[in-house]
């Protein structure tokens, strides 16, 4: 099944308007905070040298643009269309639902303007509507091929996909085992706050709370690991989606262990922030 021309100028159209959400709220950072450096500290997730202004974004927000551009071109010209809609609608859905509940909470008040927070609760519910119409383009925009010139979606090789179980499969594990640890090593008064967002937890106006986007990733992991051993379609844009972010989380993890700006003058390492966010510091550390 391939995607009909209407479903494909309407997909790239939603992707686009995605897109320049995601642009919108960065060019905002970057102007808020003066010094694009201090920015990127804030999403690799270093606790020294933040910007002035607690930023709005975090380290998933450039990661999500560039899949909105990328689908936006795969929504034009792929074999593979109607997949990669379906899933980047899901992964916007998953990431930008926390929003709807959190943007607009009391522990938010004293952290970003009551402008700011309607213009990103605004956003929000742009980006679940984006998210749920590229959905039900991607599944109902699909036909069959009229003749034999037209591609069909191509599926995953034999080799790749065992590859993307065993990688996957074990990057979800190991997400899902962190969890779990999280889950007994934290306060338990600090446990809905994790999941769900909270006074607790210094996040991004726009971001799903820390243990919540790790959930999200960690099924994502299982869902493409486990599809692609049977070479699904869906498996190859949702695969890239995942290990975008995988790649993302995991470069930023790394500086943020390696550098020696995790170090204090005791020589104690400072409690690093995870992917999204970090607790306050009259919070004990994550980690």
Not at 91 to 110: C, E, F, H, K, N
Not at 162 to 183: C, D, K, P
């Amino acid at each position: 099944m391939i995607l009909t021309r209407g479903a494909r100028i309407t997909g790239a159209v939603l992707c686009a308007v995605l897109a320049a959400l995601a642009a919108g709220w960065i060019v905002r950072d970057l102007r808020a905070a003066g010094d694009a450096p201090a920015l990127l500290r804030y999403w690799a997730g270093y606790t020294g040298g933040w910007p002035r202004e607690l930023p709005a974004t975090v380290q998933a927000d450039p990661v999500l643009l560039v899949v909105y551009v990328l689908a936006l071109s795969a929504a034009l010209r792929s074999s593979v269309a109607a997949s990669t809609l379906v899933v980047t609608g899901l992964v916007t859905l998953a990431l930008r639902l926390p929003g709807v509940w959190t943007i607009g909470s009391s522990w938010m008040d004293g952290r970003f303007g009551d402008e700011l927070r309607t213009r990103a609760l605004i956003g929000t519910f742009v980006a679940l509507a984006a998210g749920l119409a590229l959905v039900v383009v991607g599944a109902a925009g699909r036909r069959r091929p009229e003749d034999s010139h037209e591609p069909l979606p191509t599926r995953p090789g034999s080799g790749a996909g065992v590859a993307a179980f065993l990688v996957l499969g074990a990057s979800g594990a190991v997400m899902a085992g962190w969890e779990i640890r999280q889950f007994f090593r934290l306060p338990g008064l600090l446990h809905p706050d994790w999941f769900l967002g909270g006074e607790a937890i210094t996040t991004g106006l726009t971001a799903a709370p820390p243990g919540w986007s790790s959930a999200v990733l960690a099924g994502l992991c299982m869902v493409v690991a486990w599809t692609a051993l049977f070479r699904a379609v869906h498996a190859r844009p949702l695969g890239m989606i995942v290990a975008g972010f995988l790649l993302v989380s995991g470069g930023c993890g790394i500086a943020g262990t390696s550098t020696t700006d995790g170090w204090n003058s005791s020589g104690r390492r400072r409690p690093s922030s995870s992917s999204s966010c970090s607790p306050r510091s009259s919070s004990p550390s994550p980690g």
